[in-house]
């Protein structure tokens, strides 16, 4: 079994008092969960920094929610992968929010997920299938396309730092999960065109479930062979709605 990630995305929510509270709350309550998991926080950038500090010394890792694919210019309002490196664990690219709502086209992950390995970041990589695409049957060729696409030029050796999260739109914030079987379905062919990108290195990357994971349903889902843990918008934001999905990923640990 790989090691479970849970990853917490703030989204733009809450104030940078508000955020450094709760990330003070995270560290004392998730800690005794670190030695079976991954934990990862990933905060607005504006206090990005100061949440970091927070954590430092503490297994809960940060993430960055967007970033741009050059290191420095004139870019306004962009904060770059270099500024991140160092510091900063992970970078999550092409959340259907950033797709959808930024027009962020699969050409544009793919030079970002780049500059995030040129700047040694861990990456989590958003993928997943619209309702309308869901319901025409579409689900396998949008993945095939996301997937070809970001990875396109992405050397075999950064498997261990690539993590894709599969979310299907119709499932993120609309409190209605795919089902533990549907998930595991369209993971395990993920898992099949990540092989055939990477070859055997393949296996190291972690596939989490994203969309409407809540502590109701956390623990089913992580049983599901193809699922390495989640990606969690909303139930991120309750201290004890993601404390119980962390305590969910780790019970799935010991009963494997
Ligand atoms: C997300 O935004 O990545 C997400 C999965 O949101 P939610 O858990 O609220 O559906």
């Known amino acids: ?37 991954d934990i990862v926080v990933l905060p607005p950038s504006l206090m990005l920094w100061e949440i970091a500090n927070v954590l430092r010394g503490c297994p809960i890792e940060v993430g960055a929610q967007n ?28 959340h259907s929010e950033r797709r959808q709502l930024f027009n962020e086209t ?28 869901h319901d025409l049957g579409r689900t396998q060729e949008v993945i ?19 993590t894709i999260a599969y979310e299907p739109v119709w499932a993120i914030g609309t409190g209605r999960a795919a089902t533990p079987e549907y998930a595991n379905e369209a993971m395990s062919s993920i898992r099949g065109l990540l092989q055939q990108k990477l070859g055997p290195l393949a296996g190291e990357i972690r596939i989490l479930y994203g969309g409407s994971v809540t502590p ?33 990923a780790a019970e799935a640990v010991r009963s494997a």
């Open 216 to 248: 109701a349903n956390a623990a089913t889902l992580m049983q599901k062979p193809e699922i390495d843990g989640a990606l969690v918008g909303g139930a991120s934001l309750k201290q004890a709605d993601f404390t119980e999905i962390v305590r969910a």
């Open 106 to 133: 699969d050409e544009m992950l793919n030079r970002k997920l780049q500059a995030a390995f040129r700047n040694n970041l861990k990456v989590i990589l958003a993928i997943g299938e619209t309702l309308e695409e």
């Open 144 to 162: 095939t396309r996301q997937l070809s696409a970001a990875l396109y030029g992405i050397e075999a050796r950064r498997a261990a730092d690539l």
């Open 1 to 37: 079994m790989r090691r479970p990630l849970i990853a917490g995305n703030w989204k733009m929510h809450f104030t940078v008092p508000e955020g450094l509270e709760y990330a003070l709350h995270l560290r004392h309550v998730l800690e005794p969960f670190a030695d079976r998991e």
């Open 67 to 94: 970033a741009s694919w050059e290191d420095q210019g004139p870019f306004t309002g962009e904060i770059s992968p270099k500024m991140l490196a160092g510091w900063c664990h992970y970078l999550l690219i092409g």
